[in-house]
């Protein structure tokens, strides 16, 4: 779709600090978590949250065409979830999809753009050869990054894929405020934590670990996100069994040698992490091991207000950190 017929309101607004929501959508394979941010006593704080499987067949993610499936039967689960929740009266939202639908990166630039519209052509014409798609085809978000030189970091997915969600939920009654990926939606979470407890110019990793993939990505100085690669996804073709600890450590070395031997990285301080995968018994182990510093999980109620009456177990806040995140739209 050309950019000049996208709807102001739907843009991917991932890097740039939206209104909150409200209520944040996270959708994964056979399974999606719903959370709601409520203004009590003068400050923003989570009232809401909840899991809720998902029928097989509903929803296929793809970075190349649309995902939803079984629009019929998605609606259902959602508004039953809705109204079983006191949530339906609620229309703002946020959505979170798999880190795998998008193309997250930085591009550095020889000199800034004049204008926003030069900013995406520009910035399209530099990622054409990364992306698996026409760049006619691309919704591109981007945020400059504090630099002696032109930096921008940028979001890309495919019109087709951004389009249906957003029609999808507009259909419902919503206006859709984001649609981002789910390591982004989780590393606003995790950025006021790491801001007052590593200390200033300190370097980063957080490790998502989804039940189907996991995510790597590099924060330098504290804020400002370096690197956020996909891995251990199986193919479509491929064997129909999840990785385990020794696939996730082949990725994490190269990881951590990119880290110190190409990036010249000195002030790693600490790795974070949130994991939907309890059988990785030696996660926090093996990050230790391999980036040589101390870790820790990602800990939601540190991170973001949450109601006296909201009981929420550790699982449970793993589970819907990434709706949190896109509730709060930036926590601050």
């Given at each position: 779709?050309?950019?000049?017929?996208?709807?102001?309101?739907?843009?991917?607004?991932?890097?740039?600090?939206?209104?909150?929501?409200?209520?944040?959508?996270?959708?994964?394979?056979?399974?999606?978590?719903?959370?709601?941010?409520?203004?009590?006593?003068?400050?923003?704080?989570?009232?809401?949250?909840?899991?809720?499987?998902?029928?097989?067949?509903?929803?296929?993610?793809?970075?190349?065409?649309?995902?939803?499936?079984?629009?019929?039967?998605?609606?259902?689960?959602?508004?039953?979830?809705?109204?079983?929740?006191?949530?339906?009266?609620?229309?703002?939202?946020?959505?979170?999809?798999?880190?795998?639908?998008?193309?997250?990166?930085?591009?550095?630039?020889?000199?800034?753009?004049?204008?926003?519209?030069?900013?995406?052509?520009?910035?399209?014409?530099?990622?054409?050869?990364?992306?698996?798609?026409?760049?006619?085809?691309?919704?591109?978000?981007?945020?400059?990054?504090?630099?002696?030189?032109?930096?921008?970091?940028?979001?890309?997915?495919?019109?087709?894929?951004?389009?249906?969600?957003?029609?999808?939920?507009?259909?419902?009654?919503?206006?859709?405020?984001?649609?981002?990926?789910?390591?982004?939606?989780?590393?606003?979470?995790?950025?006021?934590?790491?801001?007052?407890?590593?200390?200033?110019?300190?370097?980063?990793?957080?490790?998502?670990?989804?039940?189907?993939?996991?995510?790597?990505?590099l924060v330098r100085e504290r804020r400002v996100p370096l690197l956020i690669r996909a891995l251990g996804l199986r193919t479509p073709d491929g064997?129909?069994?999840?990785?385990?600890?020794?696939?996730?450590?082949?990725?994490?070395?190269?990881?951590?040698?990119?880290?110190?031997?190409?990036?010249?990285?000195?002030?790693?301080?600490?790795?974070?992490?949130?994991?939907?995968?309890?059988?990785?018994?030696?996660?926090?182990?093996?990050?230790?091991?391999?980036?040589?510093?101390?870790?820790?999980?990602?800990?939601?109620?540190?991170?973001?207000?949450?109601?006296?009456?909201?009981?929420?177990?550790?699982?449970?806040?793993?589970?819907?950190?990434?709706?949190?995140?896109?509730?709060?739209?930036?926590?601050?």
């Amino acid at each position: 779709m050309p950019q000049s017929k996208l709807r102001s309101n739907a843009l991917l607004r991932w890097l740039v600090e939206p209104e909150p929501p409200g209520l944040g959508l996270d959708l994964r394979s056979g399974e999606l978590s719903l959370a709601r941010l409520a203004e009590k006593r003068g400050s923003a704080e989570l009232d809401l949250c909840v899991t809720s499987p998902l029928p097989p067949g509903c929803l296929q993610f793809n970075m190349l065409e649309p995902n939803i499936q079984d629009g019929d039967t998605l609606t259902q689960v959602i508004e039953s979830l809705l109204l079983r929740t006191g949530a339906a009266n609620s229309k703002r939202i946020a959505l979170t999809v798999p880190d795998y639908l998008a193309r997250v990166s930085v591009v550095e630039l020889p000199e800034a753009p004049r204008s926003n519209a030069e900013t995406i052509d520009v910035l399209k014409f530099r990622l054409k050869k990364a992306l698996p798609f026409d760049t006619e085809h691309a919704r591109i978000a981007y945020e400059r990054l504090p630099s002696a030189t032109p930096t921008y970091l940028t979001g890309v997915m495919h019109e087709a894929v951004v389009s249906q969600y957003e029609d999808f939920f507009t259909d419902m009654g919503f206006h859709v405020g984001l649609v981002i990926p789910t390591s982004v939606s989780l590393l606003r979470v995790l950025s006021p934590l790491a801001e007052a407890n590593l200390s200033p110019g300190a370097d980063y990793f957080f490790v998502n670990v989804e039940r189907e993939y996991f995510t790597v990505s590099l924060v330098r100085e504290r804020r400002v996100p370096l690197l956020i690669r996909a891995l251990g996804l199986r193919t479509p073709d491929g064997p129909q069994v999840a990785y385990g600890e020794d696939e996730l450590v082949q990725e994490i070395i190269p990881t951590a040698i990119y880290y110190r031997e190409k990036l010249r990285g000195t002030t790693l301080e600490r790795v974070y992490y949130r994991s939907l995968r309890p059988d990785l018994v030696h996660l926090r182990e093996i990050l230790e091991a391999q980036f040589e510093v101390a870790s820790e999980p990602l800990n939601l109620s540190s991170a973001v207000g949450i109601a006296k009456d909201l009981q929420m177990d550790a699982a449970l806040a793993d589970s819907v950190s990434a709706a949190a995140g896109a509730a709060f739209g930036r926590v601050a």
